[in-house]
């Protein structure tokens, strides 16, 4: 028996050394042919999330990093005090008008320089009207969380317009489930996205969670395969229950409505341009929209086309970023020269 033993301990032991050996090689392997910003398919990387009560998250305060994605994009990123993508915030917050501008990772600019994205862009045609420009633009948001967020920054910023911009597509799980709820449901350790119901939520496994290529390209191999079936249900619900889908979308968008005209803000929605359109939820948004009198510009129906998108990514490249611009800034301005009017486009 103890012969057994002995030998049933070797065997163990031999295949947990085994076991190492091989982990180690995987993971120095994975550090070899990928960056620390695409290994889980964020983007970002190492330190550029923390946790912030309105929204549950927002890009770190003081973050200098890249937005990465291997043979697509490699460009540099930088978040001031208040968790935004703008290095002039201070000097468009001096002038005596005020737009912010709402958004997901295109208002954001993930993909291109901060100079090339199109709310830099619009700096050159507003503030020589005497307008400022705020970008409050947050990655993978949803109406629910930009609503709460602009809610929050408010009393800050002192916007006379808020231009809210709205993606129908990729974001579409902030229709059926609302992001706001779910991204409070989000712990951020060592600047990386976790779920608060993950088993055994202890200090040694969150470090290997956050810090480990293997654990962490295995957990976006599932996320990846999990999103598949999410998007695919999204797009089964949007085409045969399109009003139950949307409806925390349009009640947060009210919600924001409201506030603007109880506090005399302008206010003004712009439709982003995507490769594949929605276009169920597109009809009852623009219902919505004109039925609330709600001022807003299609994007969609501006014939964006390849040359505005990068080849294996959603978002816009510089060309897209220029484009946009060429509509939003009159869409703008006639809202703030005709607040009265219609505007719709």
Not at 96 to 107: H, W
Not at 223 to 251: S, Y
Request: proline residues 3%; hydrophobic residues 40%.
């Amino acid at each position: 028996m103890k012969m057994i033993a002995k030998a049933i301990c070797k065997i163990t032991l031999a295949a947990l050394l085994w076991s190492a050996v091989l982990l180690f090689s995987a993971e120095g392997l994975l550090r070899l042919l990928y960056e620390d910003a695409e290994i889980d398919g964020f983007y970002f990387g190492k330190g550029a999330w923390e946790a912030f009560e309105p929204t549950g998250l927002r890009m770190a305060p003081g973050f200098t990093g890249r937005a990465f994605r291997k043979d697509v994009f490699d460009t540099s990123i930088q978040i001031n005090r208040f968790g935004l993508r703008q290095s002039n915030f201070e000097t468009q917050l001096q002038y005596s008008n005020r737009v912010m501008l709402l958004g997901d990772s295109f208002t954001f600019g993930v993909g291109v320089e901060e100079s090339e994205s199109f709310a830099f862009l619009l700096q050159t045609v507003l503030n020589e009207r005497g307008w400022g420009v705020i970008n409050v633009g947050q990655p993978a948001f949803g109406v629910t969380q930009e609503t709460a967020l602009a809610l929050h920054l408010a009393p800050l910023v002192k916007p006379n317009a808020i231009v809210l911009h709205m993606f129908l597509g990729e974001d579409g799980s902030d229709f059926k489930d609302d992001y706001l709820q779910n991204y409070k449901k989000i712990d951020i350790r060592h600047g990386y996205k976790l779920r608060k119901s993950r088993p055994l939520p202890i200090a040694p496994l969150d470090y290997l969670r956050t810090h480990s290529y293997v654990w962490r390209k295995i957990g976006f191999k599932l996320l990846a395969h999990n999103t598949k079936k999410i998007m695919a249900q999204f797009r089964e619900d949007a085409e045969n229950n399109p009003h139950q889908v949307v409806r925390n979308t349009l009640d947060s968008l009210d919600e924001l409505s409201d506030y603007c005209r109880g506090n005399s803000i302008l206010f003004g929605v712009v439709i982003i341009a995507e490769k594949d359109v929605p276009h169920a939820l597109s009809t009852i948004l623009k219902d919505h929209l004109n039925t609330r009198q709600i001022s807003y510009l299609d994007l969609n129906e501006k014939n964006f086309d390849a040359d505005n998108y990068f080849e294996s990514d959603i978002h816009w490249n510089s060309n897209g970023h220029r484009k946009a611009v060429s509509y939003i800034a009159p869409f703008i301005l006639k809202l703030i020269q005709e607040p009265t009017a219609s505007t719709n486009h």
